[in-house]
Nanobody
Framework: VQLVESGGGLVQAGGSLRLSCAASGSIFRIGAMGWYRQTPGKQRELVASITRSGSTNYADSVKGRFTISRDNAQNMVYLQMNSLKPEDTAVYYC?????????WGQGTQVTVSS
């Protein structure tokens, strides 16, 4: 399974970005999909996840600002990020799980200026 993220970039505080992730390759039945982020010197952390049936989970730091969604027919997952803060600056990684195996994208940089 290959994952390609898009939509990162530079935005001012208070602005919005929408990340997209397209899954391709040997796809049979993707389970959970999610977004993680990482900054230098820190562990990768979960931002949001969504099950195949649409149940969502968010990090406390993004609740009310970020929305995760998915399109099962297109094997896509999205992250709508509103009211961005400088502390949201990170490399964002797409993650999907299929038959118990985790797959990761290459990451997309999100930079929020103050």
């Amino acid at each position: 399974v290959q994952l390609v993220e898009s939509g990162g970039g530079l935005v001012q505080a208070g602005g919005s970005l929408r990340l997209s992730c397209a899954a391709s390759g040997s796809i049979f039945r993707i389970g959970a999909m999610g977004w993680y982020r990482q900054t230098p010197g820190k562990q990768r952390e979960l931002v949001a996840s969504i099950t195949r049936s649409g149940s969502t989970n968010y990090a406390d730091s993004v609740k009310g600002r970020f929305t995760i969604s998915r399109d099962n027919a297109q094997n896509m997952v999205y992250l709508q990020m509103n009211s961005l803060k400088p502390e949201d600056t990170a490399v964002y990684y797409c993650n999907v799980v299929q038959w118990g195996t985790d797959y990761w994208g290459q990451g997309t940089q999100v930079t929020v200026s103050s």
